[in-house]
Antibody, heavy 117, light 112 residues
């Protein structure tokens, strides 16, 4: 059974930082692209960042470039999202998901990040 | 980036009746490898998204056959032959042909 369990969310003040983690099991993590997708309260889905199998290729949505960093540790089957200089409009549920054949097939349960003073 | 436009944004449907959701892309989604990377996702209230359809028309395992995907180029459709109560939620299209993947705005299906 595939499982992707996110952690590290919570309440943070504007300008603060958080690091999200996603531990994966049930498939070969080291041979798959991974992605972070977010969903603001009551809104739609927004792609945030992608990373290839060995971490040498990363892509970000324009609104987070320079503030967020995606990374992975294949030995720990883990994906990360370091979020700095957080803003109120970063408030969202963040999903860790697998990218396979240009599609997203497995999603985590999501973790809530709230940026507020 | 490619823009994905869904319609309608709200879809009230009577139980047992068909439903159809449209998704249009600003560029053709036919990839150079011949595939059309257009997916459909269902998000039930309080749940993570779940993929229903990938590569335009391929149904995921466990997805009822009342769901089908079709279309070509820039115009795509998700059809539900007979809506059931468990189909309530928001449906999203997503393109994967042009990097990065982009989602439509979502269509909220509700029972009348």
């Amino acid at each position: 059974e595939v499982q992707q369990v996110e952690s590290g969310g919570g309440l943070v003040q504007p300008g603060g930082s958080l690091r999200l983690s996603c531990v994966v099991s049930g498939f070969s993590f080291s041979t798959n692209w991974m992605t972070w997708v977010r969903q603001a309260p009551g809104k739609g889905l927004e792609w945030v960042a992608n990373m290839n199998e060995d971490g040498t290729e990363k892509n970000y949505v324009g609104s987070v470039k320079g503030r967020f960093t995606i990374s992975r540790d294949n030995a720990k089957n883990s994906l990360y999202l370091q979020m700095n200089s957080l803003r109120a409009d970063d408030t969202a549920v963040y999903y860790c998901a697998r990218l396979a054949s240009r599609s997203i097939d497995y999603w985590g349960q999501g973790i809530l990040v709230t940026v507020s003073s | 980036d490619v823009v994905m436009t869904q319609s309608p944004l709200s879809l009230p449907v009577t139980l047992g009746q068909p439903a159809s959701i449209s998704c249009r892309s600003s560029q053709s989604l036919v990839h150079s490898d011949g595939n059309t990377y257009l997916d459909w996702f269902q998000q039930r209230p309080g749940q993570s998204p779940r993929r229903l359809i990938y590569k335009l028309s391929k149904r995921d395992s466990g997805v009822p056959d009342r769901f089908s995907g079709s279309g070509s180029g820039t115009d795509f459709t998700l059809k539900i032959t007979r809506v059931e109560a468990e189909d309530v939620g928001v449906y999203y299209c997503m393109q994967g042909t042009h990097w990065p993947q982009i989602f439509g705005q979502g269509t909220k299906l509700e029972i009348e």
